[in-house]
């Protein structure tokens, strides 16, 4: 098998493919182009992207050269969901998604030399076409039984599905057709719910250029209770820093499962096989040292924001549990950090208030009379510090970054309070 394949199917990151022999070979035969196509529906990617930008990155590492789709056109219709109709976004705003998932996309791929990756947007072809034209040129090569047959609007029927997002499919399978004219794109990858879109564009292509073209996609990554992975309490795991901080990235990492830490590094770190194996032993005999949970949030901390965002987001943690400095924390670090944990108002008015009621307040104990109890028993503490006065008012100095206190019961329990003066 080609090494390239081999490599992807040894990180699990082939679920599919639809002639697995015949696409080594061709990828044997020398530096293929092959396309993924990202659909502007919100104004960043999220970590089921990373997985098929980390696709790009092993065919770049084999040599071969991809071009990265942003959908100007499609992500102004909307690939079909399972649960319902999508909402349409206004045309402007897509326009502005698609230049930042296209600044984006740029970041995690090499876009200079060789096998540096080409930016393409399907608006540039799409919008050239009229009606007449998308139905006597496209649509007649679809049959509308085969259309009916794909798992997403066979779900819907029931529901309702509307002619824009049943028709999506023509719109993708244009897109194949296109950049095989144009860059002699003979692979499309994409995610595991993507097959059917992707399968027909293979066909179309065939049907219309009498060509061999190849589809690729990856499974769906999972928890291990079967639920999808990328999603908190909170939302979604993005890669905009502003919509998802670096600590509260890393900490998702951190809190990977023992059952499924080594499957996702092995399809987010470019650590190698042996470095992954070793890993993974040290999950099965030393569970309790967490060492691939760290290595995985540390490479993709590094990976998504930088080695600088990672080392502030691991000095945050070490703080927050009393193994840091916290006043070296700057004000940025700090606020995610402490939205994090969990940040509440705390009320005072000219004078500050006790500790007590900052304990309190944070949640970190369910009263005052508790908070008293946990500062006699030597278990309490404000920033780090231990509290051994019931009686201990707030000061100024305590205040980090002029606003906010971390209080912690014990060494686990932990817990923020912003002040605010009436």
Same mark, same amino acid.
């Given at each position: 098998? $080609?090494?390239?394949?081999?490599?992807?199917?040894?990180?699990?990151?082939?679920?599919?493919?639809?002639?697995?022999?015949?696409?080594?070979?061709?990828?044997?035969?020398?530096? +293929? /182009?092959?396309?993924?196509?990202?659909?502007?529906?919100?104004?960043?990617?999220? +970590?089921?992207?990373?997985?098929?930008?980390?696709?790009?990155?092993?065919?770049?590492?084999?040599?071969?050269?991809?071009?990265?789709?942003?959908?100007?056109?499609?992500?102004?219709?909307?690939?079909?969901?399972? %649960?319902?109709?999508?909402?349409? $976004?206004?045309?402007?705003?897509?326009?502005?998604?698609?230049?930042?998932?296209?600044?984006?996309?740029?970041?995690?791929?090499?876009?200079?030399?060789?096998?540096?990756?080409?930016?393409?947007?399907?608006?540039?072809?799409?919008?050239?076409?009229?009606?007449?034209?998308?139905?006597?040129?496209?649509?007649?090569?679809?049959?509308?039984?085969?259309?009916?047959?794909?798992?997403?609007?066979?779900?819907?029927?029931?529901?309702?599905?509307?002619?824009?997002?049943?028709?999506?499919?023509?719109?993708?399978?244009?897109?194949?057709?296109?950049?095989?004219? =144009?860059?002699?794109? %003979?692979?499309?990858?994409?995610?595991?719910?993507?097959?059917?879109?992707?399968?027909?564009?293979?066909?179309?292509?065939?049907?219309?250029?009498?060509?061999?073209?190849?589809?690729?996609?990856?499974?769906?990554?999972?928890?291990?209770?079967?639920?999808?992975?990328?999603?908190? =309490?909170?939302?979604?795991?993005?890669?905009?820093?502003?919509?998802?901080?670096?600590?509260?990235?890393?900490?998702?990492? @951190?809190?990977?499962?023992?059952?499924?830490?080594?499957?996702?590094?092995?399809?987010?770190?470019?650590?190698?096989?042996?470095?992954?194996?070793?890993?993974?032993?040290?999950?099965?005999?030393?569970?309790?040292?967490?060492?691939?949970?760290?290595?995985?949030?540390?490479?993709?901390?590094?990976?998504?924001?930088?080695?600088?965002?990672?080392?502030?987001?691991?000095?945050?943690?070490?703080?927050?549990? #009393?193994?840091?400095?916290?006043?070296?924390?700057?004000?940025?670090?700090?606020?995610?950090?402490?939205?994090?944990? #969990?940040?509440?108002?705390?009320?005072? #008015?000219?004078? @500050?208030?006790?500790?007590?009621?900052?304990?309190?307040?944070?949640?970190?104990?369910?009263?005052?009379?508790?908070?008293? /109890?946990?500062?006699?028993?030597?278990?309490?503490?404000?920033?780090?510090?231990?509290?051994?006065?019931?009686?201990?008012?707030? %000061?100024?100095?305590?205040?980090?970054?002029?606003?906010?206190? +971390?209080?912690?019961?014990?060494?686990?329990?932990?817990?923020?309070?912003?002040?605010?003066?009436?």
């Amino acid at each position: 098998m $080609n090494k390239v394949l081999e490599d992807l199917e040894w990180r699990g990151l082939i679920a599919e493919s639809t002639d697995r022999e015949a696409l080594s070979a061709h990828m044997d035969a020398g530096p +293929i /182009r092959s396309y993924v196509g990202f659909d502007p529906t919100a104004a960043s990617l999220h +970590i089921g992207h990373l997985t098929q930008l980390m696709v790009v990155r092993a065919l770049q590492r084999g040599g071969h050269r991809p071009l990265l789709l942003v959908g100007g056109s499609t992500g102004l219709i909307g690939d079909p969901k399972q %649960t319902g109709e999508r909402v349409m $976004n206004p045309v402007e705003t897509v326009r502005e998604w698609v230049e930042s998932l296209g600044e984006q996309v740029s970041r995690f791929v090499e876009m200079d030399g060789p096998q540096g990756a080409q930016l393409v947007n399907n608006f540039d072809w799409t919008s050239r076409l009229s009606a007449l034209d998308f139905l006597r040129d496209i649509g007649k090569h679809f049959s509308v039984n085969r259309m009916l047959d794909r798992d997403v609007v066979a779900r819907r029927l029931d529901s309702g599905i509307s002619y824009t997002e049943f028709s999506y499919v023509l719109l993708q399978s244009l897109d194949y057709r296109e950049l095989y004219r =144009e860059y002699g794109c %003979t692979l499309q990858t994409g995610a595991q719910d993507q097959w059917g879109n992707i399968t027909a564009g293979v066909d179309f292509v065939r049907r219309t250029e009498q060509a061999t073209v190849h589809g690729l996609v990856t499974p769906l990554l999972t928890k291990a209770d079967g639920t999808k992975f990328g999603k908190t =309490e909170s939302g979604t795991v993005w890669l905009d820093k502003e919509l998802t901080s670096p600590y509260a990235f890393h900490q998702f990492f @951190l809190n990977a499962e023992d059952a499924k830490v080594i499957d996702y590094l092995k399809v987010f770190s470019s650590r190698s096989r042996d470095e992954i194996e070793e890993l993974a032993h040290k999950v099965e005999t030393e569970p309790f040292r967490r060492e691939a949970q760290r290595a995985l949030a540390d490479d993709m901390t590094d990976l998504v924001h930088s080695v600088e965002e990672r080392r502030a987001a691991t000095e945050a943690a070490a703080a927050l549990f #009393g193994r840091g400095d916290l006043a070296v924390l700057d004000e940025s670090t700090l606020r995610h950090a402490v939205a994090e944990v #969990g940040v509440q108002d705390l009320e005072c #008015g000219a004078e @500050l208030p006790l500790v007590v009621d900052a304990l309190a307040a944070s949640g970190v104990v369910p009263s005052k009379s508790a908070a008293r /109890r946990a500062i006699d028993e030597g278990g309490a503490y404000l920033n780090n510090t231990k509290v051994t006065d019931t009686e201990q008012l707030i %000061t100024a100095e305590d205040l980090l970054a002029g606003r906010w206190l +971390i209080l912690r019961r014990g060494k686990k329990t932990v817990g923020a309070v912003e002040l605010r003066r009436s």
